[in-house]
């Protein structure tokens, strides 16, 4: 603001404009500060900034990044599986991030149950972030594309992981792997490409993850609540099982309907060829729509997408 002051040789008028306008941006205007960024980098080609949180946590504030391309260096012998990276804003002169060890080793295959075996290859560990809403907020980071290669002779299946982050970004974290079912083999069918975490949100009790690719790629959202352990999913009649809608390809969730109701939302981007959104709510343990809105279509031409879903 005192650089905004108008120099001397303006005329008074003018000095009384600008004089009252600096008074009210005082008392209510938002800057930001163009002049001086905190920039952080990350390594060349490894999409870093795909994705990015703020996080707070013991007086100490930081910006979580994902690079869902990078190599990581806690799994050197994985290729490119992506990484999360935490920077500190403050006291942090050589804007310098490091990457997050979220414990999952260095083995390119990892056991994950009864007819799993995880590949990490290009799994885009980093592609959604989210917080959990609350003081000391665990986070949420996905990876849409880990494959559980244990039918790999006939299929490979896309099911999706996420790893929750305790608060303080280091120790044990959580794996999900809602998509997968013991002998479920078939791509495509049910959950088996499903491809879970391409994004996601974080309530105080509930972790919300699209998952686009099931059912043909109609697509679904896995809910699942960390005081019961149990996943929740839309009931069959509350979704049109088009294929190619991507139900899941974005979520959020908020109180919108009544303080005291969670409503999570789910956008289909390509359904019919012009997008649907739907509102859920919860009901025992299934999702139960409770709104829906349909796009226009644009151009006649269907949506367009930027997000990689090849294996
Ligand atoms: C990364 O990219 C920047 C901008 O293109 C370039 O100046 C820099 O030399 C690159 N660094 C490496 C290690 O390739
Ligand atoms: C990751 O490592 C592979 C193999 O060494 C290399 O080809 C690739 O360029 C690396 N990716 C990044 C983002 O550094
Ligand atoms: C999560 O599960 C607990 C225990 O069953 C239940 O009390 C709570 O209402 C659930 N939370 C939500 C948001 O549904």
Not at 61 to 88: D, E, L, M, Q, T
Not at 272 to 295: E, P, R
Request: proline share 6%; with cysteine.
């Amino acid at each position: 603001l005192p650089r905004m002051a108008p120099p001397a040789r303006h005329k008074a008028g003018v000095q009384k404009v600008l004089y009252v306008y600096l008074s009210i941006s005082v008392a209510f205007s938002y800057n930001i500060d163009l002049q001086h960024p905190l920039v952080f980098r990350g390594p060349n080609t490894s999409f870093f900034g795909y994705s990015v949180l703020e996080h707070y946590h013991d007086n100490t504030r930081w910006v979580i990044v994902g690079a869902p391309r990078a190599n990581s260096s806690y799994s050197s012998s994985v290729v490119s599986p992506g990484a999360v990276f935490k920077c500190r804003l403050h006291n942090n002169p050589e804007r310098r991030c490091t990457e997050m060890d979220l414990g999952r080793g260095n083995q390119p295959r990892e056991s994950c149950g009864k007819t799993c075996q995880g590949d990490r290859d290009d799994e885009w560990m980093g592609v959604s972030l989210a917080r959990q809403d609350r003081v000391n907020g665990n986070i949420l980071a996905c990876a849409h594309r880990w494959k559980n290669v244990y039918y790999d002779s006939e299929h490979i299946l896309p099911h999706g992981y996420c790893s929750i982050i305790p608060p303080t970004l280091q120790g044990q974290t959580k794996p999900l792997i809602p998509c997968y079912e013991d002998y479920k083999q078939k791509y495509g069918e049910e959950h088996g490409s499903c491809q879970a975490g391409i994004a996601g949100v974080f309530t105080e009790e509930l972790v919300v993850m699209g998952a686009p690719g099931s059912y043909y790629w109609t697509g679904t959202i896995k809910v699942y609540n960390l005081t019961s352990d149990t996943f929740y999913s839309p009931n069959k009649d509350s979704i049109d099982s088009h294929r190619y809608s991507y139900l899941g390809y974005a979520v959020t969730a908020g109180h919108f309907s009544s303080p005291n109701v969670i409503d999570i939302v789910a956008g289909a981007p390509q359904h019919s060829g012009c997008g649907k959104v739907y509102v859920f709510k919860i009901d025992g343990t299934s999702l139960v729509k409770s709104f829906q809105a349909s796009g226009k279509m644009v151009h006649e031409q269907h949506c367009v997408f930027a997000k990689c879903f090849n294996i």
